[in-house]
């Protein structure tokens, strides 16, 4: 099993351009979900979905979209990015219920 | 509003020794609490957990202690090894729900 794949590892934008992480999970989770992680702070929920075509908002949505169409992948889409989105991203997956297994995350800069 | 709080941004100890890092927490809602260790360019590993109608969970050189009353968890890691160097976080999930909330983690640093 690879578990969580994120790519690309590291990501320079400038502001306004937008692009897609992407997230792969090979142990069948229904549970996916994204965070960013800034500086001196913990974790925070952007995004997250429950199973195929269901997904919902979490602490810091604004900025991103997702989707998920297959159980496997959940990209994340910066539509405009701003240098606010500067911050290292961490995807996640689990089993309902269960502990979250994470990536090993994409370190993203907005110039 | 922090909901999940980890007041000691750094914590030293030897090697050998007991490591004791502290969780609180202000949300009634959370029934389950997890530890996280991270080091430097990964992701978070899972390494333990522990449900609302326990008091304690031990796993290997880990154990953690919930206190629901004072809000309060505690991870004991015993003994210490250089390998423990790491950033902890606490995280919690409210019940019904699957997203975590999480302090802004300790700092672990084990001295030879």
């Known amino acids: 099993n690879a578990g969580v794949t994120q790519t690309p590892k590291f990501q320079v934008l400038k502001t306004g351009q937008s692009m897609t992480l992407q997230c792969a999970q090979d142990m069948n989770h229904e549970y996916m979900s994204w965070y960013r992680q800034d500086p001196g702070m913990g974790l925070r929920l952007i995004h997250y979905?429950?199973?195929?075509?269901?997904?919902d908002q979490g602490e810091v949505p604004n900025g991103y979209n997702v989707s998920r169409s297959t159980t496997e992948d959940f990209p994340l889409r910066l539509l405009s990015a701003a240098p606010s989105q500067t911050s290292v991203y961490f995807c996640a997956s689990s089993l309902r219920g269960r502990e979250q297994y994470f990536g090993p995350g994409t370190r993203l800069t907005v110039t | 509003d922090q909901q999940v709080k980890q007041n000691s941004p750094s914590l030293s100890v030897q090697e050998g020794r007991i490591s004791i890092l502290n969780c609180d927490y202000t949300?009634?809602?959370?029934?389950?609490f997890l530890w996280y260790k991270k080091y430097p360019a990964e992701g978070p590993t899972f390494l333990i957990s522990i449900s609302s109608i326990k008091d304690k969970n031990e796993d290997g050189r880990f154990t953690v202690f919930l206190n629901k009353s004072a809000k309060h968890l505690s991870l004991h890691i015993v003994p210490s090894q250089p390998g423990d160097s790491a950033v902890y976080f606490c995280a919690a999930r409210p019940v019904g729900a699957d997203g975590l909330t999480f302090g802004k983690g300790t700092h672990l640093i084990i001295q030879p």
């Open positions: 949300n009634s809602m959370f029934d389950y």
């Open positions: 979905s429950v199973g195929a075509g269901i997904t």
